[in-house]
């Protein structure tokens, strides 16, 4: 189609230009993922931060739309676009999207976040994707300490250090960090595993804390626990077969860890004295 045609689609409304050089149908401009591919197309950049990681499925659709570019680029201003000149910029390509390797995008949206420019919201982005990105084995601690060195001045280079060791050590989301900071430590408190196995009669379940030599398992129950009648189903047969094994299960609510994790804190003590009472020679 020749340019003239073009413009007069265009000044007819028929099709909509986003950025130079890059035109869209208008309703298919409601949809994020066109935003993002226009944003491609007239930057000629790769999609990084919270972009990159929208398209590996670890954040929500927002805007504005961040794409990368080589440092020796002028970086062009339009609105709901965000453009970053960066030295080095290497890029994978998910469908028809150029975006940076899964390791860059985790660290490039954290330093965002919790830089001058960040947000709560981002921050809670950021990290619910390095939890997801660790916990489901998409991406190994090793890659993403690496990939740090790399940015020496990275915004909250201590916090990602200490949440990728907790999700090493086990955590396997922000309950269960809030649980081992504010419950599972402190004073009186036995030593405790988490993501400990133990093999029942129909599966194998991995237990949220566990005190082992006392065969105490500890349940961090998040605010979504027990929507429906068939997951009450599945955890109360969980706990059956663990309490045939000889376990006691201790279930906190999501709002009783956030409320009274002294309180918490001090029953998961106590049973533990009771349970060494039992088992102590007589």
Not at 77 to 99: A, K, Q, S, W
Not at 128 to 156: D, K
Not at 188 to 216: C, N, S, W, Y
Request: glycine fraction near 8%.
């Amino acid at each position: 189609m020749d340019r003239h045609t073009v413009g007069e689609w265009v000044r007819a409304g028929r099709l909509l230009r986003p950025h130079p050089g890059v035109v869209a149908l208008p309703h298919s401009l409601d949809r994020w993922r066109t935003r993002a591919l226009a944003a491609v197309l007239a930057t000629g950049g790769t999609l990084t931060h919270t972009s990159a990681l929208t398209v590996w499925r670890l954040s929500p659709e927002t805007d504005p739309v961040h794409v990368s570019i080589p440092a020796r680029r002028r970086a062009p201003r339009r609105p709901g676009l965000v453009v970053h000149r960066v030295r080095e910029l290497t890029t994978d390509r998910l469908g028809p999207y150029p975006v940076t390797d899964l390791p860059r995008s985790l660290v490039d949206a954290w330093g965002m976040a919790h830089g001058t420019a960040g947000a709560a919201r981002l921050v809670e982005v950021s990290r619910g994707a390095v939890i997801a990105a660790l916990r489901e084995r998409r991406v190994r601690p090793a890659q993403l300490r690496a990939e740090m060195v790399g940015h020496p001045a990275l915004p909250g280079r201590g916090g990602l250090s200490e949440l990728i060791r907790l999700v090493e050590n086990g955590c396997q989301s922000e309950l269960e960090i809030w649980g081992v900071r504010e419950v599972l430590r402190g004073p009186g408190m036995p030593r405790v595993v988490q993501q400990h196995p133990v093999v029942l009669p129909f599966a194998t379940v991995h237990l949220d804390a566990a005190v082992p030599e006392l065969k105490i398992a500890i349940e961090l129950d998040g605010a979504a626990f027990h929507g429906s009648a068939e997951a009450r189903e599945r955890d109360t047969r969980r706990d059956v077969a663990l309490a045939a094994l000889g376990w006691v299960v201790l279930r906190f609510s999501y709002r009783r860890l956030r409320t009274d994790p002294a309180g918490c804190r001090a029953e998961v003590i106590a049973v533990c004295a009771a349970r060494r009472a039992l088992v102590a020679p007589r």
